[in-house]
């Protein structure tokens, strides 16, 4: 990743940038994140899109994986990098023709996205302590939408899945898994469709992380402090 020190251009980041400034100035409602007051500030420039702090806060308070409570600078870190790849991801998605996203797949990412927290008014708590309003969590939607339907596109339409490599996953996962547990391994047919999923989305995976390594070479990324000493 190489860290740009030339001059931005900062009429056209600015207008980016605010955006979505001045809203960490918001009272915060949740225990959750209370700890948390954003002054929003750049964390990141890739390619010209500005990535915020408060970018940041909006990534992990979406995350039901992540933990409740005040975000290490390692945390952030993380969060700042899966950010960056996502903003490559999406510069590349926009070069697409008719990339169209309905109101409807819209819809249909954020249900999924609710289903995974524990309720939805904790969803909502979480949205509300960071400041995220509808019409930016609807632009972060659109934005992953976008993503997902590039890698669709451009990674997951060209992965092929053998017999030989249904047969050997079957043979070392499956029927070794039963053996285990002393029962009888599924026929084959009744998980061959599950199967296919997973080998698909382990290649998918694959071919995207090589194509990020590739993209974070050529793209101009500038990391400001703290990031700039935690990301390599």
Do not use: C
């Not at 390619?47 to 039901?64: F, K, Q, R």
């Not at 070069?95 to 995974?116: D, H, V």
């Amino acid at each position: 990743m190489r860290r740009i020190a030339r001059r931005l251009p900062w009429p056209a980041l600015l207008a980016r940038f605010l955006r979505g400034a001045l809203v960490g100035l918001l009272a915060l409602s949740s225990p959750a994140l209370a700890q948390t007051i954003l002054v929003d500030r750049i964390a990141a420039v890739v390619n010209g899109t500005v990535i915020t702090e408060s970018d940041i806060l909006w990534y992990l308070a979406l995350d039901p994986e992540t933990p409740d409570g005040t975000f290490s600078e390692e945390v952030r870190a993380r969060a700042l990098q899966q950010l960056i790849d996502q903003t490559l991801l999406r510069h590349e998605a926009e070069k697409l023709p008719a990339l169209t996203i309905a109101e409807s797949e819209i819809e249909n990412y954020l249900a999924q996205l609710r289903a995974r927290f524990p309720s939805e008014s904790a969803f909502r708590r979480r949205v509300a302590a960071v400041g995220l309003d509808e019409r930016t969590l609807r632009e972060i939607a659109r934005h992953r939408v976008e993503i997902l339907r590039f890698i669709d596109f451009r990674f997951r339409s060209f992965v092929f899945v053998s017999e030989q490599e249904v047969q050997w996953y079957y043979q070392s996962h499956v029927v070794s898994e039963a053996q285990r547990r002393g029962t009888a391994p599924p026929p084959l047919e009744d998980v061959r469709s599950l199967i296919e999923r997973i080998l698909r989305d382990e290649k998918t995976k694959a071919e995207m992380i090589a194509w990020l390594d590739e993209a974070r070479r050529r793209a101009e990324i500038v990391l400001y402090p703290p990031y700039r000493s935690l990301l390599k």
